[in-house]
């Protein structure tokens, strides 16, 4: 009687160990599972994630690609862009690598409708995803006069079978800066094939003079040293010079129309006919020996050095009314881009000597400002050229009435 009570009791504690054993097993595999399914679903939010990024880098390389591309094919035809079609014409470059259905070398088959399909391909294939990218309302435009901007809304799906499933929508905005970008409208209407020029933002935006002295106003323009003293006599190079002096009294109008402008106190004899100033403070404020723009007529005198090295290394400022980088691409010397709200246009100076350097004729009297030179707009001579500044792109140089302000307040 003992042993079969001994082997019921065995079987049972028996029956209750095997049964804590396999719950143990399966709770261990549950917890298997549950770790498994926890780092699948991490590996696939990492994957959109990574896809997410993927579409940013590459909606912006091929936007950029599709730019220089459909740049390069107007300066090796010397035809530009048909009037309106430039956000057309990179839209289809973008995602086709054609112009009007033509294929363009430059981009090859880094179109973005290839590089989505090599994303949907590369993560079938590695990781076993379905994924399935759509990107619509695609737009390009132009942010502000350096910068343009690709924009699209991005639909993302991503799934594995019998894992949760992403579905996205995300923004796509990518800014493409234009510096170094080679100017068509320049190199075609102004150089006729001769001689490029690269669009850079100019360092001195807003700040191209700094205002020294104002006075009564008087007539002419004039760039030269300031020299403070009591006798002008014995000054020598005087046609260099801007003579400042408290009474102009004791000289007469021959000693006087010697020199490149003058600024004085008090006293001013009759029939000088160079460019002059009255300030009765201007001693105490001048520094002797600087060098300085005069204009009687707008009764200033001003620091232009930052002026002059933005002309000399040939930069570009944005502009209400110049032609913006896409109307350059259409060969418009306006802005058909810009509205009362958004201006986009650009805006820089002729280089006058280079144009004669390549044998092309100058309109000496016409405005500096390039998208205006090419109409021959009429300029104002500003006192400024290649021997008192020592910048070649100073040469012949003018500026019309409408623009002078901008660069000298």
């Not at 399966?26 to 679903?41: D, P």
């Not at 995602?95 to 430059?106: D, F, P, V, Y």
């Not at 690709?150 to 992403?166: C, P, Q, Y």
């Amino acid at each position: 009687m003992k042993g079969v009570l001994f082997s019921v009791i065995f079987t049972l504690i028996l029956i209750v160990i095997l049964s804590m054993v396999m719950l143990q097993r399966e709770n261990v595999s549950y917890e298997r599972h549950n770790i498994f399914l926890t780092q699948e679903i991490q590996d696939l939010k990492h994957t959109y994630n990574s896809i997410e990024r993927s579409l940013h880098i590459l909606s912006d390389v091929t936007t950029k690609r599709a730019v220089i591309s459909g740049l390069n094919e107007i300066i090796d035809k010397g035809i530009f862009f048909e009037n309106g079609k430039t956000e057309e014409n990179i839209l289809e470059l973008i995602w086709n690598g054609t112009l009007n259905g033509t294929n363009i070398s430059g981009m090859g088959n880094s179109t973005l409708n290839n590089s989505i399909a090599e994303l949907e391909r590369f993560y079938k294939d590695t990781k076993d995803y379905n994924l399935s990218i759509t990107l619509k309302q695609n737009k390009i435009s132009l942010e502000n006069s350096f910068y343009i901007l690709f924009t699209a809304t991005a639909e993302i799906n991503i799934s594995k079978k019998g894992l949760a499933r992403i579905s996205k929508e995300v923004e796509i905005i990518e800014k493409i800066w234009i510096d170094d970008f080679e100017d068509p409208l320049y190199l075609i209407n102004i150089t006729e094939g001769k001689g490029s020029r690269r669009i850079k933002k100019s360092e001195y935006i807003g700040d191209f003079s700094e205002l020294i002295l104002s006075g009564n106003n008087e007539t002419g323009w004039c760039y030269g040293e300031i020299v403070i003293t009591n006798n002008i006599t014995t000054l020598p190079d005087k046609d260099e010079k801007i003579v400042v002096v408290t009474d102009a009294s004791p000289y007469t109008h021959s000693e006087i129309n010697q020199f490149c402008g003058i600024i004085y106190g008090s006293n001013f004899p009759a029939n000088v006919t160079i460019p002059h100033l009255r300030n009765n403070t201007a001693t105490t404020i001048l520094i002797n020996n600087s060098k300085v723009l005069l204009s009687g007529e707008k009764g200033k005198v001003w620091n232009i050095s930052n002026f002059i090295e933005h002309v000399d290394k040939r930069r570009y400022i944005n502009s209400s009314l110049g032609p913006s980088f896409f109307d350059r691409l259409e060969g418009k010397n306006y802005c058909s881009y810009c509205s009362a709200n958004h201006s986009v246009g650009l805006e820089s100076f002729v280089d006058k000597n280079e144009l004669l350097s390549y044998g092309i004729g100058v309109e000496m009297d016409a405005t500096n400002i390039e998208y205006l030179y090419i109409t021959i707009t009429s300029g104002v001579d500003v006192g400024l050229d290649e021997d008192n500044t020592g910048v070649t792109e100073l040469k012949y140089f003018r500026i019309d009435d409408g623009s002078v302000g901008g660069y000298f307040e």
